[in-house]
């Protein structure tokens, strides 16, 4: 059974881009989540999807917005890039049958110039 | 609000001496789960150990386990024997319903704690 892996490990970009970052979920996961985390914090919940459709969503605005693939893999897209984004970008897949567990991946570092 | 509140930034504690970590939680939901996670430096939030509200003995997973006082909203987590290899942030969660969902559940995370396990 693989991990969730997520790609690319680190990412510099400078204030107004735009930004794609990825995930593969696990083996058999259909429901992923993404969080950020700000240096010194715990993680903030984004957004969830499940079965390609976005299931949930926390306080982002809508510059953050979501993909998630027939194979379970996900993107996450920020457009109009800030300072405060520079965050560890986390994504976190977990089975509809065991949804006491989330799965986490390495996680993206994004800083913003 | 769903909130969860750990107040110890940073602990110490020596080699192969247990350790408790404090994580409180504030919820009206009936029906609500609890989590840590173990953060080293690599940054993967590695998942410890579960409680859920209506599971009526603590949680235990090898070394950790969990101290739930359902009447006091408090789910701290202890260490026995600690090793170098513990030294991490360790955060506390609770699953949160959201509306309209069809199947799983965001996590809120406390602020976390950093261990620091010295020899």
């Known amino acids: 059974e693989t991990g969730v892996t997520q790609s690319p490990t680190h990412l510099i970009k400078t204030r107004g881009q735009q930004v794609t970052l990825r995930c593969s979920s696990q083996s058999g996961h259909n429901t992923v989540s993404w969080y950020q985390q700000a240096l010194g914090q715990g993680p903030q919940f984004i957004f969830q999807?499940?079965?390609?459709?976005?299931?949930g969503r926390g306080n982002f605005p809508p510059r953050f917005s979501g993909l998630q693939f027939p194979n379970y893999s996900s993107e996450l897209n920020v457009n109009a890039l800030e300072l405060d984004d520079s965050a560890l970008y986390l994504c976190?897949?977990?089975?509809?049958?065991?949804?006491?567990?989330?799965?986490f991946g390495p996680g993206t570092r994004l800083t913003v110039l | 609000a769903q909130k969860i509140t750990q107040t110890q930034p940073g602990m110490f504690v020596q080699e192969k001496e247990a350790v408790t970590l404090d994580c409180t939680y504030d919820t009206s939901d009936p029906s609500y789960g609890l989590f840590w996670y173990k953060q080293p430096s690599s940054g993967e939030m590695i998942f410890l150990i579960y409680?859920?509200?209506?599971?009526?003995q603590n949680a235990t997973e090898g070394r950790y386990s969990l101290n739930f006082q359902k009447a006091r909203k408090s789910a701290n987590l202890v260490i026995s024997a600690s090793q170098l290899g513990d030294s991490a942030m360790y955060f506390c969660?609770?699953?949160?319903?959201?509306?309209?969902?069809?199947?799983?559940?965001?996590?809120?995370f406390g602020k976390g704690t950093s261990l620091l396990v010295t020899p």
């Open positions: 999807y499940y079965r390609e459709e976005e299931n």
């Open positions: 409680q859920g509200s209506y599971d009526q």
């Open positions: 969660a609770m699953r949160v319903p959201y509306p309209n969902s069809n199947s799983g559940y965001a996590l809120n």
């Open positions: 976190a897949s977990s089975p509809a049958s065991r949804n006491n567990e989330q799965f």
